[in-house]
């Protein structure tokens, strides 16, 4: 890896060969890994998540590569007040290897070949780009770049749930309609449902109560989504 170029190499039978193609231009540096996918191929993932001028920046590069090839490839950047480590999930269930570029998520199985491809504005009705949080078997977890509200995209159903929608409680919603695009807000933000952890079908969340009531505002509550099982 050259940052300073932007070059790409891979060790082909011992030797450095330079990747046609593919370019990590725009990353002083950044942490690089590899997913073998069988056959000789692997997924080549280059980035960097970090915090300037009060903003988190999350740029990455992503290759897949065949026989010394890079058929697929895709580039994600994001810049505002969403930081992974501290909105991001608390913890994953196993994930499927996939190439996104905030608008579509493109599932790579063994070998390098196409899995599946998904159209998140089309799946959602949402207006992109998205921030990728989860991308399983059996469902993904996005958020628009201009809400920050994570969505349940039910692969075995094909529907999408807005969360905030689905399972917090009226007054709450109430709330949020009124503020839901507020994306620069700290408190607001903190305040987001987050994803916790997954049981079963159950996927479980946490959030903290934005409706005015006696000693409710600030505190945090848990809620559940069922998936639908095929």
Same mark, same amino acid.
């Given at each position: 890896m050259s940052f300073a170029k932007g070059d790409v190499y891979s060790l082909e039978a011992g030797v450095p060969k330079k990747l046609a193609g593919a370019d990590v231009s725009g990353l002083d540096w950044g942490t690089v890994d590899v997913r073998a996918l069988g056959s000789g191929s692997y997924l080549l993932s280059v980035g960097r998540e970090y915090v300037a001028s009060s903003q988190t920046v999350h740029n990455r590069f992503q290759f897949v590569v065949q026989k010394g090839k890079v058929t697929k490839q895709a580039h994600?950047?994001?810049?505002?007040?969403?930081?992974?480590d501290i909105f991001g999930p608390k913890t994953l269930p196993a994930q499927r290897t996939y190439v996104s570029d905030g608008r579509t998520?493109? @599932?790579?199985?063994?070998g390098g070949r196409a899995a599946a491809d998904y159209d998140l504005a089309k799946l959602t009705k949402q207006t992109g780009p998205f921030i990728v949080e989860s991308v399983t078997a059996d469902y993904l977890l996005v958020r628009a770049f201009d809400t920050l509200q994570p969505t349940v995209i039910d692969l075995n159903t094909g529907k999408s749930s807005l969360l905030y929608k689905t399972l917090l409680a009226q007054a709450e919603r109430a709330e949020w309609d009124e503020v839901t695009t507020d994306v620069g807000e700290l408190l607001?933000?903190?305040?987001?449902?987050?994803? @916790?952890?997954?049981?079963?079908?159950?996927?479980?969340?946490t959030y903290k109560k934005i409706a005015s009531g006696p000693d409710q505002f600030g505190r945090e509550f848990k809620a559940s989504y069922t998936l639908k099982r095929s």
């Open positions: 994600y950047r994001y810049s505002g007040m969403y930081n992974t998520v493109q @599932v790579v199985g063994a607001l933000l903190q305040s987001r449902l987050r994803f @916790v952890k997954q049981e079963g079908n159950r996927l479980d969340f």
